[in-house]
């Protein structure tokens, strides 16, 4: 069959245009950069439901300037190499800022791209110290800092009578940095660090770092990369006798831990950022994400929703979308409180006090190890 296609008129096509532009006008594009592929896209699509929920409340609202915000998700999976084309991907799709960050080894190849396109970036989940030298200015970080959840551990395995540690981390940007940050404040407490291991991600057996960790005998161990990989050596651990202390870090407070390491997670403690379950103030936050998405919000839920929120702020106190002004907005942030508590931020645009509380695993779930 021979088709005859109709030419479009060219009043037709300047309609068209005319129209796209308008649609343009009355928007405004937020870049999402979060892993929604990969070991870690349980906490990515979490991330990326928080933004969408806080921008359908502000576009219920009135939106931001008259305008409605709208959301394009790139996937970074957790790894640098994507990462980079993601955010390149969102700078050329237009957006006027992004939110998100999980993964610090994946958000810190993105500082220069977002900082050379002048894009302010609301970093919500990752927190390595190694991000605050690369940040050319544009990046605000509202998670409080490895720096800070270093001295938080010190403190509490402290309380618990604590004296040796062996850490376990990745060899990433978020692992490696959390764990020698605890070892310098371990060490200058008094303290000793009885085994340092680093493992690749991924692996599966485990058995020679146990074995090693049972030998130097520590009171404690802090496994400070992803829960994939720490349910496993959790597990590991208890199977072959280990009957210390056991602590991971903010990356593992996933309660997918529990399906990992089975009843062997129980009794673990975990520095946590602010979660739903331990903010009154998102009990209706915590309602509204269930009744939405089918599911309780996740560890970077709360945070997130405050990226989005914070963001939209900033740009209604700038008055405009303007990359300068709204960036001056982000760093004047004057202590408001949201739903994971007061936001303003250091001379080095991260959060300017710690966030990070403990919390134990007990049946298949994290409950409140301190008030």
Not at 58 to 86: E, H, Y
Request: aromatic share 8%.
């Amino acid at each position: 069959m021979h088709i005859v296609m109709k030419p479009i008129m060219a009043g037709a096509v300047v309609a068209l245009a005319m129209t796209s532009a308008a649609l343009a006008q009355d928007t405004i594009s937020i870049g999402v950069m979060v892993p929604t592929t990969g070991s870690e896209a349980t906490y990515g699509q979490d991330m990326a439901n928080a933004v969408q929920m806080a921008q359908e409340e502000i576009n219920a609202g009135g939106g931001v300037l008259g305008k409605k915000l709208t959301m394009v998700v790139g996937d970074d999976a957790c790894d640098p190499q994507q990462s980079v084309n993601a955010a390149t991907k969102l700078v050329s799709q237009g957006v006027v800022a992004v939110v998100g960050g999980y993964c610090s080894g994946a958000t810190l190849p993105t500082l220069k791209i977002y900082g050379d396109a002048k894009i302010p970036f609301v970093i919500t989940a990752a927190n390595s110290t190694k991000l605050i030298p690369a940040n050319p200015g544009s990046a605000f970080m509202i998670n409080s800092t490895g720096a800070d959840q270093a001295t938080k551990v010190v403190e509490f395995l402290g309380s618990k009578g604590a004296k040796s540690l062996a850490i376990v981390d990745e060899g990433d940007a978020y692992s490696q940095d959390l764990a020698n940050l605890t070892k310098a404040d371990w060490t200058k407490a008094g303290n000793t660090v009885s085994a340092a291991e680093t493992v690749n991600k991924g692996e599966q057996d485990y058995s020679a770092i146990v074995t090693s960790i049972k030998a130097a005998g520590p009171d404690a161990v802090f496994w400070t990369a992803y829960y994939a990989d720490g349910g496993l050596l959790v597990r590991q651990l208890r199977q072959a006798g280990y009957q210390g202390l056991i602590i991971v870090g903010d990356g593992s407070t996933s309660v997918k831990i529990f399906d990992i390491a089975g009843k062997a997670a129980d009794g673990i403690f975990a520095i946590s950022s602010p979660t739903a379950e331990f903010l009154p103030a998102a009990a209706d936050f915590a309602k509204k994400y269930k009744e939405e998405f089918k599911t309780e919000p996740g560890p970077y839920a709360p945070l997130t929703y405050d990226g989005m929120q914070l963001l939209a702020s900033a740009m209604t106190t700038a008055g405009s979308t303007d990359s300068a002004a709204v960036i001056d907005a982000l760093a004047k942030a004057s202590g408001k409180e949201w739903l994971t508590g007061p936001i303003s931020f250091t001379p080095d645009k991260t959060l300017a006090r710690s966030n990070f509380v403990v919390v134990e695993g007990k049946d298949g779930g994290w409950v409140r190890a301190e008030k």
